[in-house]
């Protein structure tokens, strides 16, 4: 059971607060608070929170506890409560932000928590005390002066959490790895060929690097590398530690092309580790990296690898280790560090740019004229401009059967997607295999779960009509005769899109996924250096029916082809995405009715934000396509580095115009297909990745306002395109009007 499991995550710390936090609390500004009992939960009391007055601003009223014993630095602490909204009865989130502060200085918390259901809903924040408090020094302080809105806060904790503990182990070097003399490298001469030697370096602990020269173009990265085999054997899980230097001497993009993987040797070459390392300076940057085993390997099984097929470039690579831990340390214990470029530059180019798109294109001006019952202007009345509902789609692929379900974990599930989200894809429950499995995928149940959210009035993308691999699609397929195959997919795609629990409901559809490793049914085109042309089993034309099918099927859905691989290599001229780009413009070429393209962004490592807009230029300027976000996660265990990215990625897509929507692939880690990319750990503690999305979604780019009517009777806001209630108020009279708007408006309200 959920809360049981709360309860004892949480208890294991020492309490901050005093025995009482609820009565110990101290209220500032206009809201009522009172303590009331609560039913059928672990906790018997929590506390209820109103405010009346409509508008104000945030830190209007608050409520404020402070630490009754002294925080050492790099503490941990973390803050938990169950939240639930009771009033007013809407579908709107509530206006309240958590903040952990010492009186002057920045706050160390400071995130929103969206709410907009009576379902008691768990957060939890994790951090580490960047110094020492003395006890009543750090005030933990909930603000909620914006109203009106009625909460409720229960089992409030504040504690401090058990130390990790220490690393006991030292790794043990593995062989030869970092011996330069012991190392091979390979440069494919139909990429121009290029060199590696040893020069003498002046690093932090080392002289000694590798100087290594593409001559490049390349568009594949394994096309030029350097290798050394592990000497001992390694068994699947055990504990691994990365790390070397590098730094850029020159290159054709603003940073070098290369990666550092840790592969089987031979065979499908699955990979243990593998990250980027977009370096952009002569500075020596490092990279730390813990990682497990994917396998058993016996001596030289497995190979440590940088890969750099592309350039033209020139980069050194020095002080190479790795260790091996095995079951001797967790990934926890062991130091992360890497960076992407740009990666807190505060006044990059690329972010200012984004900023002021933001301004212009994601808001309008709202113009409000308040009239009295004659008709004339009525200067000096209060308003408050409260953003209900943001334009822009934000939301996350989800489970049909965590919608349905009856576990204490499927409510958080579901008030989580009810409170933050307004788009989602069902993660698999569309697909073709899963829609036909009608015992472990029962189409009834997806046909509930699409019905839970239409009363929700959540939108739902949908994904995905062909997903041309034999892999990827029901078993039968790769023994039909052509005729027969090309019958069976005419029939999937009528089959689901007419569907009577679906049909006309999704205002996307993924028609095509991943043409360029999915090709068993319609081949590959031809044009593509490095790609070679075939017909697969129906030939390249026929995805283009598929196309038409969907749009006469259903005409109102936007038809998307989707793929990944785009921004994810950080490669404007990568094999995979040359790919896409060139299939994309064989449909386009042949007119077949395609609206959309999804950037899916699955993220192994970050990337430059400028090469991402390269990118985005390139489709942008060929195509005339509307484009999503939809598949984004970043699979990296540095959470700091996830935070970081996830806020800059999601900046530079929000200044888009071009993009409508932004989905992650998953946002709790036990349902995640890659459980370290999500936003919410196993017991829904935020993660930081959490908390920064949320202070963009639901602060930075939210409206809240207050102004006066001028001698005209009016005020000019400017808005984010969206819902929004206004308020006016001028002595005892109060009118309230709704405005829905995603483009420049003028709204008259008549006073009474
Ligand atoms: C993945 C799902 O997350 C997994 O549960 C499933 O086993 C395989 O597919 N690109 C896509 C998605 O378009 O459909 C994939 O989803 C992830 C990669």
């Known amino acids: 059971m959920f809360p049981i499991l709360v309860f004892a995550a949480t208890t294991l710390g020492q309490s901050l607060l005093s025995d009482n936090p609820l009565e110990a609390r101290q209220n500032n500004g206009p809201a009522n608070t009172e303590i009331v009992a609560v039913d059928g939960e672990l906790f018997t009391q929590s506390l209820r929170i109103e405010t009346t007055q409509p508008g104000g601003k945030r830190s209007d009223a608050s409520a404020s506890w402070t630490n009754t014993t002294a925080i050492a ?26 903040r952990l502060e010492e009186a002057g200085t920045a706050p160390i918390l400071d995130t929103v928590f969206p709410i907009n259901t009576p379902i008691w809903t768990f957060y939890a924040f994790d951090l580490t005390a960047p110094k020492a408090y003395d006890p009543g020094t750090l005030a933990l302080r909930l603000l909620h002066g914006q109203g009106p809105q009625t909460y409720e806060i229960g089992d409030l904790q504040w504690t401090r959490q058990p130390a990790l503990p220490a690393l006991s182990a030292e790794g043990e070097p593995v062989a030869p790895i970092g011996d330069w003399d012991r190392s091979t490298s390979y440069f494919d001469g139909t990429s121009g060929g290029g060199s590696a030697r040893i020069v003498t370096a002046e ?15 390349s568009t594949v990265i394994s096309r030029a590398a350097l290798t050394w085999p592990l000497s001992r054997a390694t068994v699947r899980n055990d504990v691994m530690h990365a790390s070397f230097w590098v730094r850029r001497i020159s290159s054709s993009t603003s940073a070098i092309q290369a990666t550092a993987i840790v592969e089987r040797n031979g065979g499908t070459f699955s990979k243990s580790l593998q990250i980027s390392l977009p370096v952009e300076t002569d500075q020596w940057q490092r990279f730390q990296m813990p990682f497990r085993m994917d396998d058993n390997y016996a001596p030289g099984g497995a190979l440590f ?39 807190n530059t505060v006044d990059a180019t690329w972010k200012r740019d984004a900023l002021s798109r933001i301004e212009a294109d994601r808001k309008i001006d709202l113009s409000i004229r308040v009239v009295d019952p004659a008709g ?3 200067k000096g009345a209060t308003i408050a401009v409260q953003q209900l509902s943001q334009a822009f789609r934000y939301g996350s692929a989800i489970t049909a059967g965590g919608i349905v379900g009856t576990t204490a974990d499927d409510a958080q599930y579901r008030s989580r997607i009810e409170s933050h989200f307004n788009t989602i894809v069902f993660e698999n429950d569309l697909k073709w295999p899963f829609w036909e499995a009608s015992n472990s995928f029962p189409q009834s149940r997806t046909r509930n779960a699409i019905r839970w959210l239409e009363d929700r009035q959540i939108p739902m993308r949908g994904h995905v009509l062909v997903w041309p691999s034999w892999r990827n699609t029901p078993a039968d397929l ?4 052509p005729e027969a195959l090309r019958t069976r997919i005419d029939n999937r795609i009528r089959n689901v899109l007419t569907d009577s629990g679906v049909a006309g409901k999704l205002y996307h559809w993924d028609v095509l996924n991943e043409p360029y490793d999915n090709f068993d049914i319609q081949g590959r085109i031809d044009g593509v250096s490095g790609v070679p ?42 094999v995979h995405l040359s790919y896409t780009y060139a299939f994309l413009q064989f449909l386009k070429d042949r007119n077949a009715p395609v609206d959309g393209f999804g950037f899916q962004s699955h993220f192994g490592t970050p990337q430059s934000i400028e090469v991402i807009d390269t990118i985005v230029k390139r489709y942008a300027d060929a195509f005339p396509y ?63 990745n959490a ?5 963009l979604l639901f602060r930075d780019w939210w409206t809240d306002l207050n102004g006066e009517s001028d001698d005209e009777g009016k005020l000019k806001a400017r808005v984010f395109k969206g819902t929004h209630q206004v308020t006016v108020r001028i002595g005892d009279t109060i009118q309230v009007l709704n405005v829905d708007g995603t483009t420049d408006k003028e709204v008259q309200i008549d006073l009474p």
């Open 73 to 98: 630095a790099s503490e941990r602490i973390r803050v938990s409560f169950s939240v639930r909204k009771t009033a007013p009865a809407d579908r709107f989130n509530i206006r309240a932000t958590l």
């Open 203 to 217: 690093g932090p602990g080392f002289t000694q690097a590798m100087r290594i020269t593409t001559n490049g173009p």
């Open 305 to 343: 690898r940088f890969q750099f097929g592309g350039g033209p470039q020139v980069f050194e690579i020095a002080d190479a280790k790795l260790l091996h831990y095995g079951t001797r340390a967790t990934l926890e214990q062991l130091p992360v560090e890497f960076t992407y470029p740009g990666r």
């Open 376 to 378: 004339n202007p009525v």
């Open 478 to 481: 790769p023994n039909l005769s």
């Open 533 to 574: 042309a075939s017909q697969g089993k129906l030939g390249n034309e026929e995805a283009i029916r598929w196309f038409e099918l969907a749009r006469q099927t259903d005409p109102n859905a936007k038809l998307f082809l989707n793929d990944y691989n785009q921004f994810e290599s950080g490669n404007v001229n990568g």
């Open 626 to 688: 509307i484009f999503a976000v939809s598949e984004f996660d970043v699979n990296t265990p540095d959470e700091a580095i996830q935070a970081d990215f996830t806020k800059d990625f999601m900046t530079y897509i929000f200044s888009q115009k071009r993009f409508e929507d932004f989905l992650m692939w998953g946002f709790w880690e036990r349902r995640h297909w890659l459980p370290r990319g999500a936003m919410y750990r196993a017991d829904w503690s935020s993660k930081p």
């Open 691 to 695: 908390v920064v999305s949320n202070n």
